[in-house]
């Protein structure tokens, strides 16, 4: 970290700690607005609510998938901390305007996604400070505190909501967010070291770097991979479409209260967190990742097609529960890949993964938004929402009101996912090349740690643009 000259920046030598911190601040704050975002969007978006909404994490999506690899490729020669403090800087600014202007905010909320990267930058950063045997469990670690902020945040935000109003919720978001910006500036230390950093400044830099769409173009060199790529993509875009809008359904269309939303997503994140630790452990010794990820798809059928079809509370409840039993469906599907892949390609294949993945968060909400608009979805045409302290709404339409697809978007993601489900069939077990037994065990170990914040990511979609890009920029140090 010393190169003679320098003064050394932050507290401390740099660690995961640091990055810990950095993830919590962010993400609580956003938690924190769960319930007035709901609110700001149904009042500025009274028509085509789930259009707009659709578009603007759309936009977002893309923008945060074009734009993670170039952010990432500048980290390695501008170095970790300037950039954490660029990603949270324009991740957080929407947050203030929330009250003052909806417009600009939405506004901002798309444009954001240009630098909505904080994840990417991160575990770059935890790369950095650990050794390649440290690096899985630090992976849980930062995953773990990203769990947390978003289990606990959402549930005060409501109360305060509740009790208080948004205005002060708004602007206990936007002290926190400013205090994680503070810590980057005084006490995050930088973890690419000085020298390091200026032998990267004499090599050429190319735009392929950060290319978004280079690990797409390799995607059908390997038919392996190109059964798991498919399969990845027509599983996930219903995903990103669901973590869109899934809670905007929940208030508008089933008639959750703010309090019952908060209440679904402590509950139904903490039962993620076991399927993903205890369930899953279990499964990939006993069923092998194949059956593992195909287990992880039938769950996710079930799950949208029960959402699709659901209009009771209870329906909804039930469909959470197996919907945490679906986020095992990654952690298996990047150990699968792991297991199919060279040791010398590791970084490539799971490029494209995380390559797909990121260009699903850009269609997903955009489909999802322009399904719920064919099917005549408004919010203008629903109920008044319940009381804000109510714990177990009933729907209030009438028998003549109640359509017989209530959520058409999730029932066309439960197809896609059949499709995913029939793909998913044909991946081979184990690879064919004979350097399969020579694949250390660490690889897989290092892929599944990064990808346990898809089993928390859906609580609070907007938050989380670019994370999917984060394994593939520490992959590559």
Wanted: aromatic content about 12%; some cysteine; overall charge negative.
């Amino acid at each position: 970290m010393k190169d003679g000259a320098g003064l050394q920046q932050g507290v401390g030598r740099p660690s995961v700690y640091h990055a810990v911190v950095v993830i919590f601040l962010e993400f609580f704050a956003w938690g924190l607005l769960t319930t007035p975002m709901l609110t700001v969007l149904h009042e500025t978006f009274p028509q085509h609510t789930f259009l707009m909404n659709g578009l603007i994490q759309g936009v977002k999506g893309l923008l945060s998938f074009m734009s993670a690899p170039l952010i990432g490729a500048l980290s390695d020669v501008w170095g970790r901390r300037s950039f954490l403090l660029v990603t949270v800087f324009f991740t957080c600014a929407p947050i203030p305007l929330m009250r003052l202007s909806p417009w600009w905010y939405f506004a901002m909320i798309s444009m954001s996604g240009a630098f909505s990267v904080t994840f990417s930058v991160i575990f770059a950063y935890v790369a950095d400070v650990t050794e390649e045997r440290e690096r899985s469990t630090a992976y849980g670690l930062v995953s773990a505190t990203f769990a947390a902020s978003l289990v606990t945040s959402p549930a005060i935000g409501a109360y305060l909501s509740a009790w208080y109003g948004d205005n002060l919720v708004v602007l206990v978001a936007t002290l926190i967010a400013l205090a994680d910006i503070c810590f980057i500036l005084l006490a995050v230390p930088e973890s690419l070291p000085d020298k390091m950093r200026l032998n990267t400044w004499g090599a050429p830099f190319t735009w392929e770097q950060a290319d978004p769409f280079a690990s797409l173009r390799k995607v059908g060199q390997d038919s392996t991979v190109l059964l798991i790529c498919i399969t990845v993509f027509l599983s996930y875009l219903p995903e990103a479409g669901q973590y869109s809008s899934f809670f905007l359904y929940l208030r508008q269309v089933i008639n959750f209260s703010s309090t019952t939303i908060a209440v679904f997503i402590g509950v139904v994140g903490i039962l993620s967190i076991v399927a993903q630790t205890l369930f899953l452990t279990l499964l990939m010794r006993t069923l092998g990742n194949k059956n593992t990820v195909l287990l992880g798809l039938g769950f996710q059928i079930l799950q949208l097609a029960w959402y699709g079809f659901g209009s009771e509370p209870w329906m909804m409840w039930a469909a959470g529960a197996v919907a945490a039993m679906s986020s095992i469906t990654f952690p298996a599907v990047s150990a699968l890949v792991s297991q199919s892949a060279d040791p010398d390609k590791q970084g490539v294949v799971q490029g494209m993964i995380t390559g797909i993945r990121g260009l699903c968060n850009g269609l997903g909400p955009a489909l999802y938004g322009f399904v719920f608009f064919l099917f005549n979805v408004e919010l203008n045409t629903m109920d008044p929402i319940q009381d804000q302290y109510s714990i177990d709404p009933l729907p209030l339409h009438g028998p003549t009101e109640r359509a017989l697809i209530p959520g058409p978007p999730f029932l066309l993601g439960a197809c896609t996912v059949v499709v995913a489900f029939l793909v998913a069939l044909f991946i081979p077990e184990k690879p064919s090349s004979s350097s399969s037994s020579e694949t250390p065990p660490t690889a897989s170990d290092e892929d599944f740690e990064p990808l346990l914040q898809d089993s928390i990511v859906w609580m609070f979609s907007f938050c989380q643009g670019g994370g999917t890009n984060c394994s593939s920029i520490a992959r590559r140090l």
